[in-house]
């Protein structure tokens, strides 16, 4: 991606006009090392998408903080963090892209109050029209299709007197920390 | 008067009885159309974006059938149910089963508009099932036993204090009077609903066919919540919402939020084609696809269009009246002016009655994502409650306007006398039903047609000028300064007696059969001048948007009026486009230098007045166009008429409006091309309200 450093730029300005905040890692490892910072200190567990383990468990662990075996809705009924990876982002639109192939990551990004993702610079995309063969792609696969989900900061409602409110039933912090080569 | 009338005469005088909730609404609307217009300002091409949203959602609708059969096909290979549904006990009996089946009791929901078109929730309590609303707004409404006020915010109508009396009396417990308070305490009461419903209910804003998937907008979550934690979950979806491709639903999750919000997403998208696993339990989702009268609505060629609406709002958000009344006086269940052909269509004509709360600005067409022709469905929507239950007599009055002008014209000055006299505007007041505190027109016999006189089709260039009822029978001087800076750019104009009135009332009330007579009447007559060459140039935005743009709909759109339409001009955008060079200079009073312009609704679809402002700006007056981005309220002879439906309204619409004008200390006159509007200005601010042609001369 040519122009990767403009889309990384554009993509934290967006998200973070929304209310989210994006910050930045130099390697993967090295973002989820900053999770771990971001985290320190403020909770003691964590759930977290299966495909940012095991290293994930391993590295928090040195920051006191345990990962949750969830394996039930009701684990999540208690509204407390979650980590997951963001597949993709749109910069014009300022939106992380969740491809979720198990329940357990959606609810970390939904049934939690605090929602940290990590996103390869790669993979932010310049504009929505970039979407469609990204979910074409995702949905063509045989047998249980993911679920694809844009989220735009934390969750908000103007419901009352217009007056806007972050955190209803989702998170009311969203933190995206991006790495990658082209930044 | 019929009782239907009445009942919506006392519910509009309610609404307007209330002021904190006018100013609450108006707030609500007027920040969505500021945000839809900033982002619609921003892109580079904003008619060609509603024009793919159109061509999307016609393509859509036209091909319903193939896309229910794809979609169905590919989510039962996904793994879903998949429920066509003809009507709501269809929908309810399918998902009483689905609770009957698995135990249910208690069903989770997120906000959707089409299970509140079949009053689902109230169906299925009567089946002894519990309904919990999630979404924030609709949990609000629904323990208040209210129905929507807007489509967006539809608690909106609701003060923050009340909302936390609401919660402390129906939760038990006191829930203070702060925004952190009550959300706090939504947040518990909704917490454990989520974790412990058996069945959740989605409505669902796109269906892509390609892959059988639904997709489900929210900004606070609480949809995700509902779809990802019940065993069963189910998604109701109208089905005129199913496009083809992920192309198409990308334009459509992307147009919602910038036409409803002024955002580029909604802040959740989700995009669900089955259910995911968790803890290795085999859970189900069920689509159920609504007709309730889609499938016949598609095929009828007066209100097909109705299905390509893709519920933002922006329609309520400009619409004048209901930015005054709000949804539950504008509204059946369906609310605003999109609400109208959709209540006519789907609850039946005698839940439409509001259609009458319209007065024909136009408005919503001009910000409708998808173009769609509102004011045209709403005017047959009209035309069928007059013929099935009559039309009422100061409408039918204010039909022969027109022809009574004449007449007051002819017998002018003792007619302004007779009709303008204390005691027959008490008479008029009760018999006619003519707000007696609105002034009059006063008529001239000395009228524009008889100081006219035409000129030989010498010129190469050749006009014709339609004068419309104010510029004919009460101020010639309109006619005759126009006529004066169009031959001194050189041209030679006529203006044939036989033209009638543009008949606005007609298409105003409902009566479209006579206003598909005067359009044809009109027509035959400019398109023989148009077929020799000459131009049509009006100095009335609603004559010009009538010749432009309402009789092509009202004649098919045939040859001869999509001619008429395509050579006919204002004034002021005659002048720049073909008279560049001509500078009109300022006329009479050179003092009054400080203008305030006021844009008639009839005038947005047109040039917005663009024109007329460089013309007076050119001739070294100082513009400033003052809006509030609606309509003042006058609406032709609506607000002449007294009472909730006619002057109140109308003053109620145009206060705000009268307000910001009057904020402009320094103003030391106003521009505006429109008699009506001039009527409604002049009675609320203090600086004379012209037409811009009063205030240039040819240069």
Known sequence: MASAIGVVGRFRGEFEALGGRVHIARTRDDAIESVGKLLSGRVRSVHASRGLMPPLAERLRKFGIEVLDDSRPDDYSEPGTGITEAQYAVASAGCIVEIADEEATRLASAATLLHVAILDSANIIENLAGLAPIIRRSLGVSGRKPVITLISGPSRTSDIELKDVVGVHGPNEVHVVVYGDTL | ?699
Not at chain 2, 385 to 410: H, K, P, T, W
Not at chain 2, 561 to 575: I, K, N, P, Q, R
Not at chain 2, 657 to 679: K, P, R, W, Y
Request: charged share 25%; net charge neutral.
């Open chain 2, 1 to 699: 008067m019929n009782d239907d009338y009445r009942h919506l005469m006392e519910r509009i005088r309610l609404a307007l009885n209330d002021g904190a909730r006018i100013s609450a609404l108006s707030r609500a609307v007027k920040r969505g159309r500021d945000a839809r217009k900033a982002q619609f300002s921003r892109m580079e091409n904003p008619s060609a974006f509603v024009s793919e949203i159109r061509t999307l959602k016609t393509g859509a609708v036209a091909h319903m059938d193939d896309l229910v059969r794809t979609f169905s096909e590919r989510a039962a290979d996904n793994g879903c149910s998949v429920h066509v549904a003809k009507n709501a006990d269809d929908v309810v009996s399918y998902i009483s089963g689905l609770a009957s089946r698995s135990g249910a009791k208690l069903l989770s929901k997120s906000k959707s508009l089409t299970t509140e078109e079949i009053e689902l929730n109230r169906r299925l309590e009567e089946k002894g099932l519990e309904v919990v609303e999630t979404d924030l707004g609709e949990r609000i409404i629904q323990l208040a036993g209210e129905k929507p006020f807007h489509l967006v915010f539809p608690a909106i109508h609701r003060s923050q204090e009340s909302i936390s009396e609401l919660f402390t009396d129906k939760f038990g417990y006191p829930v203070p009077d702060s925004l952190e308070g009550i959300m706090a305490a939504i947040r518990k009461e909704l917490r454990p609903v989520f974790f412990s419903t058996g069945i959740g209910i989605n409505g669902a804003n796109i269906a892509v066919a390609e892959t059988g998937t639904v997709v489900i907008e929210t900004n606070e979550g609480n949809d995700r919540l509902v779809n990802s934690l019940p065993d069963v979950q189910v998604v109701v979806v109208g089905m005129e919402k199913i496009v083809p491709a992920w192309e198409d639903a990308i334009r459509l999750f992307n147009a919602h939020p910038l036409s409803a919000t002024g955002t580029q997403l909604t802040n959740y998208v989700s995009m669900i084609s089955n259910r995911l696993d968790i803890g290795g339990k085999e859970r189900e989702m069920h689509v159920v696809i609504l007709d309730n009268g889609r499938s016949a609505m598609s095929r009828d060629a007066d209100f097909s269009e109705a299905l390509n609406c893709i519920r933002c709002g922006a329609c309520m958000n400009i619409c004048p009246t209901y930015g005054v009344v709000g949804g539950h006086t504008f509204g059946h269940i369906y609310p605003g002016p999109i609400g109208i052909p959709w209540t006519e269509e789907i609850h039946g004509l005698d839940r439409a009655k509001f259609a009458h709360l319209c007065i024909s600005c136009g408005l919503c067409q001009t910000v409708c994502p998808a173009g769609i022709d509102i004011p045209l469905m709403i005017a047959k929507v009209k035309q069928k409650d007059v013929e099935a239950n009559g039309q009422l007599f100061v409408n039918r009055f204010m039909c022969s306007m027109e022809r009574i002008s004449r007449y007051l014209s002819a017998t002018a000055p003792l007619s302004n006398w007779v009709v303008g006299n204390r005691v027959s505007r008490l008479v008029e007041d009760r018999l006619l039903g003519v707000e007696r505190t609105r002034a009059l027109p006063t008529y001239t016999r000395r009228t524009f047609t008889k100081r006219f006189r035409p000129d030989e089709a010498g010129a190469k260039e050749r006009l014709v000028y339609f004068p419309d009822m104010f510029a004919n029978y009460v101020k010639p001087e309109i006619g005759l300064r126009t006529v004066d800076m169009l031959r001194a750019a050189g041209a030679s104009v006529v203006s044939p007696r036989e033209l009638k009135p543009s008949g606005a009332p007609f298409f105003l009330y409902g009566e479209l059969a006579r206003a598909t007579k005067v359009a044809l009447h009109n027509v035959s007559v400019l398109h023989k001048l148009v077929s020799l060459g000459y131009e049509v140039i009006s100095t009335e935005p609603t004559a010009t948007y009538s010749l432009r743009e309402i009789y092509p709909k009202l004649l098919g759109r045939s040859a001869e009026s999509m001619d008429v339409s395509a050579h006919t001009y204002e004034l002021f955008e005659y002048m720049a486009l073909k008279h560049p060079g001509a500078k009109p200079v300022k006329a009479g009073e050179k003092e009054r230098v400080r203008l305030g312009f006021h844009i008639p609704c009839h005038q947005r679809p047109l040039s917005s007045g663009r024109y007329s402002v460089a013309a007076l700006e050119s001739a070294g007056y100082d513009v400033s166009v003052i809006e509030t981005g609606t309509c003042c309220g006058m609406a032709g002879t609506f607000g002449l008429k007294k009472g909730p439906l006619g002057a109140e309204l109308s003053r109620a619409v145009a206060k705000p409006l009268l307000e910001l004008f009057n904020e402009h200390e320094d103003l030391q006159g106003i521009a505006t091309e429109s008699s009506v509007c001039t009527m409604q200005l002049g009675e609320g601010v203090h600086v004379p309200v012209m037409h811009p042609v009063e205030l240039l001369s040819p240069g």
